[in-house]
Protein backbone atom coordinates (compact mmCIF):
# COMPACT_ATOMS: atom_id res chain seq x y z
CA UNK A 1 0.00 0.00 0.00
CA UNK A 2 3.14 2.60 1.18
CA UNK A 3 4.63 1.41 -2.27
CA UNK A 4 1.30 2.18 -4.39
CA UNK A 5 1.41 6.01 -2.76
CA UNK A 6 4.70 6.67 -3.61
CA UNK A 7 4.28 6.04 -6.61
CA UNK A 8 0.86 7.87 -7.06
CA UNK A 9 2.33 10.59 -5.33
CA UNK A 10 5.84 10.38 -7.72
CA UNK A 11 3.72 10.53 -10.74
CA UNK A 12 1.61 13.55 -9.50
CA UNK A 13 5.11 15.70 -8.53
CA UNK A 14 6.06 14.45 -12.33
CA UNK A 15 3.17 16.17 -13.76
CA UNK A 16 3.01 19.19 -11.87
CA UNK A 17 7.07 20.09 -12.56
CA UNK A 18 6.53 19.25 -15.54
CA UNK A 19 3.69 21.37 -16.46
CA UNK A 20 6.03 24.11 -15.11
CA UNK A 21 8.90 23.74 -17.68
CA UNK A 22 9.39 26.58 -20.28
CA UNK A 23 8.84 23.56 -22.70
CA UNK A 24 6.15 23.05 -22.02
CA UNK A 25 4.71 26.22 -23.32
CA UNK A 26 6.99 26.08 -26.36
CA UNK A 27 4.99 22.65 -27.12
CA UNK A 28 1.55 24.57 -26.84
CA UNK A 29 2.37 27.78 -29.07
CA UNK A 30 3.15 24.83 -31.65
CA UNK A 31 0.36 22.75 -31.21
CA UNK A 32 -1.63 26.24 -31.38
CA UNK A 33 0.31 27.22 -34.68
CA UNK A 34 -0.30 23.66 -35.87
CA UNK A 35 -4.25 23.94 -35.58
CA UNK A 36 -4.28 27.70 -37.04
CA UNK A 37 -2.12 26.33 -40.09
CA UNK A 38 -3.88 23.05 -41.01
CA UNK A 39 -7.06 24.60 -40.17
CA UNK A 40 -6.68 27.20 -43.11
CA UNK A 41 -5.22 24.33 -45.06
CA UNK A 42 -7.97 22.25 -44.79
CA UNK A 43 -10.19 25.07 -45.57
CA UNK A 44 -8.88 26.08 -48.67
CA UNK A 45 -8.69 22.36 -49.54
CA UNK A 46 -12.58 22.42 -48.81
CA UNK A 47 -12.82 25.71 -51.05
CA UNK A 48 -11.16 23.64 -53.93
CA UNK A 49 -13.74 21.24 -53.53
CA UNK A 50 -16.36 23.87 -54.39
CA UNK A 51 -17.03 24.23 -50.39
CA UNK A 52 -19.05 20.94 -49.95
CA UNK A 53 -18.08 17.76 -48.10
CA UNK A 54 -15.41 15.72 -48.98
CA UNK A 55 -17.00 12.99 -51.05
CA UNK A 56 -15.69 12.58 -54.34
CA UNK A 57 -12.62 9.89 -53.78
CA UNK A 58 -9.24 12.19 -54.54
CA UNK A 59 -11.20 14.92 -51.88
CA UNK A 60 -11.24 11.95 -49.73
CA UNK A 61 -8.04 10.38 -50.32
CA UNK A 62 -6.27 14.19 -50.19
CA UNK A 63 -7.75 14.87 -46.70
CA UNK A 64 -6.58 11.74 -45.87
CA UNK A 65 -2.92 12.03 -46.60
CA UNK A 66 -2.91 15.65 -45.27
CA UNK A 67 -4.15 14.32 -42.13
CA UNK A 68 -1.50 12.33 -41.64
CA UNK A 69 1.08 14.96 -42.47
CA UNK A 70 -1.16 17.02 -40.08
CA UNK A 71 -0.31 14.07 -37.49
CA UNK A 72 2.90 13.58 -37.72
CA UNK A 73 3.83 16.92 -37.33
CA UNK A 74 2.02 16.50 -33.38
CA UNK A 75 3.85 13.42 -33.41
CA UNK A 76 7.35 15.08 -33.99
CA UNK A 77 6.08 17.98 -31.15
CA UNK A 78 5.29 14.64 -28.72
CA UNK A 79 8.86 13.30 -29.39
CA UNK A 80 10.68 16.51 -28.84
CA UNK A 81 8.14 17.23 -26.04
CA UNK A 82 8.80 13.32 -24.21
CA UNK A 83 12.31 13.08 -25.05
CA UNK A 84 13.19 16.86 -23.46
CA UNK A 85 10.94 16.46 -20.42
CA UNK A 86 12.19 12.88 -19.76
CA UNK A 87 15.58 13.66 -19.16
CA UNK A 88 15.70 16.88 -16.71
CA UNK A 89 12.62 14.56 -14.98
CA UNK A 90 14.94 12.14 -13.59
CA UNK A 91 19.00 12.66 -14.59
CA UNK A 92 18.88 16.37 -13.96
CA UNK A 93 17.39 15.72 -10.73
CA UNK A 94 20.12 13.23 -10.23
CA UNK A 95 22.91 15.92 -11.06
CA UNK A 96 21.28 18.23 -8.05
CA UNK A 97 20.23 15.96 -5.53
CA UNK A 98 16.66 15.91 -5.12
CA UNK A 99 16.60 12.10 -5.98
CA UNK A 100 19.11 11.70 -3.37
CA UNK A 101 16.71 14.00 -0.97
CA UNK A 102 13.70 11.65 -1.83
CA UNK A 103 15.27 8.39 -1.14
CA UNK A 104 16.85 9.22 2.24
CA UNK A 105 13.45 8.20 3.30
CA UNK A 106 12.82 4.42 2.89
CA UNK A 107 11.35 4.84 -0.45
CA UNK A 108 12.44 2.28 -3.05
CA UNK A 109 14.08 3.77 -6.24
CA UNK A 110 11.64 1.37 -8.25
CA UNK A 111 9.03 3.20 -7.13
CA UNK A 112 10.68 6.60 -7.67
CA UNK A 113 11.29 5.50 -11.39
CA UNK A 114 7.61 3.87 -11.78
CA UNK A 115 6.02 6.70 -10.96
CA UNK A 116 8.45 9.42 -12.44
CA UNK A 117 7.20 7.27 -15.90
CA UNK A 118 3.64 6.84 -15.05
CA UNK A 119 3.51 10.74 -15.06
CA UNK A 120 5.23 11.27 -17.57
CA UNK A 121 2.86 8.35 -19.26
CA UNK A 122 0.03 10.51 -18.40
CA UNK A 123 1.15 13.55 -19.70
CA UNK A 124 2.16 12.59 -22.81
CA UNK A 125 -0.54 10.63 -24.14
CA UNK A 126 -2.61 12.70 -22.76
CA UNK A 127 -0.93 15.93 -24.91
CA UNK A 128 -1.50 13.45 -27.82
CA UNK A 129 -4.83 12.15 -27.99
CA UNK A 130 -6.40 16.38 -26.65
CA UNK A 131 -3.87 17.49 -29.82
CA UNK A 132 -5.07 15.03 -31.83
CA UNK A 133 -8.82 15.18 -31.12
CA UNK A 134 -8.41 18.63 -31.50
CA UNK A 135 -7.30 18.33 -35.19
CA UNK A 136 -9.99 15.88 -36.12
CA UNK A 137 -12.62 18.25 -34.97
CA UNK A 138 -10.94 20.92 -37.32
CA UNK A 139 -10.79 18.43 -40.39
CA UNK A 140 -14.92 18.03 -39.69
CA UNK A 141 -15.50 21.45 -39.65
CA UNK A 142 -13.54 22.61 -42.38
CA UNK A 143 -14.22 19.36 -44.49
CA UNK A 144 -16.69 17.50 -43.24
CA UNK A 145 -14.09 14.27 -42.86
CA UNK A 146 -13.97 12.55 -39.64
CA UNK A 147 -11.27 9.53 -39.60
CA UNK A 148 -12.82 6.00 -39.33
CA UNK A 149 -11.08 5.01 -36.59
CA UNK A 150 -10.12 8.36 -34.48
CA UNK A 151 -9.88 5.94 -31.04
CA UNK A 152 -7.44 3.56 -32.51
CA UNK A 153 -5.67 5.79 -33.86
CA UNK A 154 -5.24 8.18 -31.04
CA UNK A 155 -4.84 5.05 -28.68
CA UNK A 156 -1.45 4.60 -31.06
CA UNK A 157 -0.16 7.59 -31.08
CA UNK A 158 -0.17 7.91 -27.40
CA UNK A 159 1.59 4.21 -27.51
CA UNK A 160 4.23 5.63 -29.77
CA UNK A 161 4.97 8.56 -27.60
CA UNK A 162 5.07 5.79 -24.23
CA UNK A 163 7.96 3.84 -26.42
CA UNK A 164 9.75 7.12 -27.18
CA UNK A 165 9.40 7.86 -23.29
CA UNK A 166 10.53 4.90 -21.93
CA UNK A 167 13.57 5.25 -24.32
CA UNK A 168 14.33 8.37 -23.02
CA UNK A 169 13.86 7.59 -19.35
CA UNK A 170 16.45 4.81 -20.18
CA UNK A 171 18.85 7.56 -21.60
CA UNK A 172 18.64 10.12 -18.64
CA UNK A 173 20.09 6.90 -15.98
CA UNK A 174 23.20 6.90 -18.14
CA UNK A 175 23.52 10.30 -20.15
CA UNK A 176 23.20 13.91 -19.38
CA UNK A 177 19.53 15.42 -19.40
CA UNK A 178 20.26 17.38 -22.67
CA UNK A 179 22.06 14.02 -24.66
CA UNK A 180 19.60 11.75 -23.78
CA UNK A 181 16.96 13.89 -25.41
CA UNK A 182 19.32 14.40 -28.50
CA UNK A 183 19.78 10.76 -29.10
CA UNK A 184 15.76 9.54 -28.34
CA UNK A 185 14.93 12.66 -31.49
CA UNK A 186 17.98 11.15 -33.12
CA UNK A 187 17.09 7.47 -33.33
CA UNK A 188 12.93 8.62 -33.78
CA UNK A 189 13.70 10.15 -37.04
CA UNK A 190 16.42 7.74 -38.22
CA UNK A 191 13.72 4.83 -37.47
CA UNK A 192 11.22 7.05 -39.38
CA UNK A 193 13.41 7.28 -42.08
CA UNK A 194 14.44 3.75 -42.16
CA UNK A 195 10.67 2.71 -42.49
CA UNK A 196 10.09 5.36 -45.33
CA UNK A 197 13.17 3.46 -47.10
CA UNK A 198 11.76 0.09 -46.32
CA UNK A 199 8.55 0.92 -47.95
CA UNK A 200 10.19 2.51 -51.27
CA UNK A 201 12.44 -0.92 -51.22
CA UNK A 202 8.84 -2.81 -50.65
CA UNK A 203 7.45 -1.19 -53.79
CA UNK A 204 10.54 -1.76 -55.58
CA UNK A 205 10.83 -5.44 -55.21
CA UNK A 206 14.08 -5.03 -53.02
CA UNK A 207 13.91 -7.16 -50.15
CA UNK A 208 17.27 -6.57 -48.85
CA UNK A 209 16.24 -2.89 -48.85
CA UNK A 210 12.48 -3.58 -47.82
CA UNK A 211 13.90 -5.63 -44.55
CA UNK A 212 15.89 -2.35 -43.49
CA UNK A 213 12.13 -0.99 -42.25
CA UNK A 214 11.22 -4.41 -40.87
CA UNK A 215 14.12 -4.32 -38.86
CA UNK A 216 13.87 -0.79 -37.75
CA UNK A 217 10.38 -1.43 -36.57
CA UNK A 218 11.20 -4.15 -34.14
CA UNK A 219 14.37 -2.29 -32.79
CA UNK A 220 12.27 0.54 -31.96
CA UNK A 221 8.19 0.30 -32.62
CA UNK A 222 7.84 3.73 -32.69
CA UNK A 223 7.82 4.00 -36.64
CA UNK A 224 5.56 1.02 -36.99
CA UNK A 225 3.06 2.30 -34.20
CA UNK A 226 2.95 5.37 -36.24
CA UNK A 227 2.13 3.37 -39.63
CA UNK A 228 -0.85 1.62 -37.61
CA UNK A 229 -2.12 5.17 -36.69
CA UNK A 230 -2.00 6.20 -40.38
CA UNK A 231 -4.14 3.39 -41.39
CA UNK A 232 -6.24 4.22 -38.96
CA UNK A 233 -6.89 7.90 -39.96
CA UNK A 234 -7.26 7.00 -43.57
CA UNK A 235 -10.57 6.29 -45.21
CA UNK A 236 -10.82 2.57 -46.24
CA UNK A 237 -12.73 2.81 -49.47
CA UNK A 238 -10.01 5.15 -51.10
CA UNK A 239 -7.34 2.57 -49.82
CA UNK A 240 -9.52 0.06 -51.66
CA UNK A 241 -9.36 2.11 -54.69
CA UNK A 242 -5.57 2.75 -54.63
CA UNK A 243 -4.34 -0.68 -53.58
CA UNK A 244 -0.50 -1.33 -54.37
CA UNK A 245 -0.07 2.43 -55.57
CA UNK A 246 0.47 3.20 -52.17
CA UNK A 247 2.82 1.19 -51.29
CA UNK A 248 6.01 2.88 -49.92
CA UNK A 249 4.23 6.43 -49.61
CA UNK A 250 5.58 8.36 -46.56
CA UNK A 251 2.05 9.24 -44.91
CA UNK A 252 -0.55 6.36 -46.36
CA UNK A 253 -0.75 2.78 -44.75
CA UNK A 254 -2.20 -0.08 -46.28
CA UNK A 255 -2.53 -2.74 -43.62
CA UNK A 256 -3.73 -2.51 -40.31
CA UNK A 257 -1.21 -3.47 -37.27
CA UNK A 258 -0.97 -6.80 -36.41
CA UNK A 259 -1.69 -8.06 -32.30
CA UNK A 260 1.49 -9.57 -32.37
CA UNK A 261 3.40 -6.51 -33.29
CA UNK A 262 1.33 -4.81 -30.63
CA UNK A 263 2.24 -7.35 -28.00
CA UNK A 264 5.67 -6.89 -29.11
CA UNK A 265 5.59 -2.84 -28.47
CA UNK A 266 4.08 -3.76 -25.05
CA UNK A 267 7.15 -6.08 -24.69
CA UNK A 268 9.71 -3.67 -25.79
CA UNK A 269 8.43 -1.07 -23.43
CA UNK A 270 8.67 -3.34 -20.26
CA UNK A 271 11.76 -4.62 -21.29
CA UNK A 272 13.29 -0.97 -21.94
CA UNK A 273 12.03 -0.31 -18.65
CA UNK A 274 13.47 -2.98 -16.93
CA UNK A 275 17.08 -1.72 -18.53
CA UNK A 276 16.43 1.59 -16.96
CA UNK A 277 15.68 0.31 -13.17
CA UNK A 278 18.82 -1.88 -13.65
CA UNK A 279 20.45 1.42 -14.50
CA UNK A 280 18.93 3.74 -11.68
CA UNK A 281 19.43 1.09 -9.63
CA UNK A 282 23.27 0.69 -10.29
CA UNK A 283 23.46 4.20 -10.47
CA UNK A 284 25.86 6.19 -8.03
CA UNK A 285 23.69 9.22 -6.16
Given amino acids: M ?14 RQASRRRVLL ?3 GLTVLLLALSGWGFARLAAENGGAALTTGEARFAASMLLNLVM ?41 LL ?14 VLAGLAQCLVVLWTTGYWPPQPATALALLAAETT ?4 LALLLSTA ?19 AGVVGGVGAA ?14 MLLPTDGLWRGAMHAFQDPGV ?47
Avoid at 175 to 193: C, H, R
Fill in 115 to 128: GKWLGLVVGGAGFV
Fill in 204 to 217: LGNDAVARVGTVSK
Fill in 2 to 15: TTVRTVVTMAALTL
Fill in 163 to 166: VLLT
Fill in 26 to 28: ALA
Fill in 239 to 285: LGQLGAEIEGHPFLSEAPLTPAYLVWAAVWVAMIWGLALVSFARKDL
Fill in 175 to 193: ISPMASGVVAVGLFGATWV
Fill in 72 to 112: FGYSLIAALGTAFLAGPTLSGETESGVVLTMLARPIRRSAV
